[in-house]
């Protein structure tokens, strides 16, 4: 058991008996909306005890993005040296591959923001020495910079040396 799984699983269940059949104030019983249920959902598997649950959609995330991937490979792979195919809907292999790289980057949206912020969560709990303990803003800053692009990624690996990504909380 990871800290703080039984406090999630405990505030899981707080949160879907507060979200459950509570009447409205006119007397009708409210009702969870779309969004509110996969919330609910969502928090249910983050606070399981079971890690492949915990891991569920960070694992498909990374697949969908993978497949996007080997999409593009397959399908350049099959039209190298030759003319361009004829789609229907006058879909060109442009189109296919942008579309394809789009739902790649989309998927590893989520993954990549988690793991910052997880990197984020490490750098500013683990006791350094007293020459590392001043934390300025700017390291906030910089690893907000980091969830921005490229260069803010480069920046932050400056600025920590990767030595956060070695040691454990």
């Known amino acids: 058991m990871t800290p703080g799984t039984a406090e999630k699983a405990?505030?899981?269940e707080k949160f879907e008996d507060t979200q459950t059949e509570k009447p409205s104030p006119k007397?009708?019983?409210?009702?969870?909306?779309?969004?509110?249920?996969?919330?609910?959902k969502l928090w249910k598997y983050s606070a399981s005890k079971n890690?492949?649950?915990r891991w569920l959609v960070e694992i498909i995330s990374?697949?969908?993005?993978?497949l996007s991937m080997a999409g593009i490979v397959a399908v350049l792979y099959i039209y190298r040296n030759q003319p361009l195919p004829r789609w229907p809907l006058n879909i060109t292999l442009g189109?296919?591959?942008?579309?394809?790289?789009?739902?790649?980057?989309?998927a590893l949206l989520l993954p990549v923001s988690e793991a910052l912020g997880q990197l984020k969560w490490i750098w500013f709990h683990v006791k350094r020495d007293k020459s590392e303990q001043?934390?300025?803003l700017w390291d906030f800053e910089l690893f907000d910079n980091a969830s921005r692009g490229p260069w803010g990624s480069f920046?932050?690996?400056l600025?920590?040396?990767c030595a956060s990504l070695s040691r454990a909380p």
Do not use: C, D
């Not at 990374?62 to 993978?66: M, N």
């Open 134 to 136: 001043s934390k300025k």
């Open 159 to 161: 600025r920590t040396k």
């Open 95 to 106: 189109a296919y591959i942008s579309v394809l790289a789009k739902v790649s980057t989309a």
């Open 62 to 66: 990374w697949t969908i993005s993978a």
């Open 27 to 40: 007397g009708h019983p409210g009702k969870l909306n779309f969004a509110q249920k996969i919330e609910q």
């Open 51 to 53: 890690v492949l649950k």
């Open 10 to 12: 405990e505030e899981a």
């Open 155 to 157: 920046v932050l690996m």
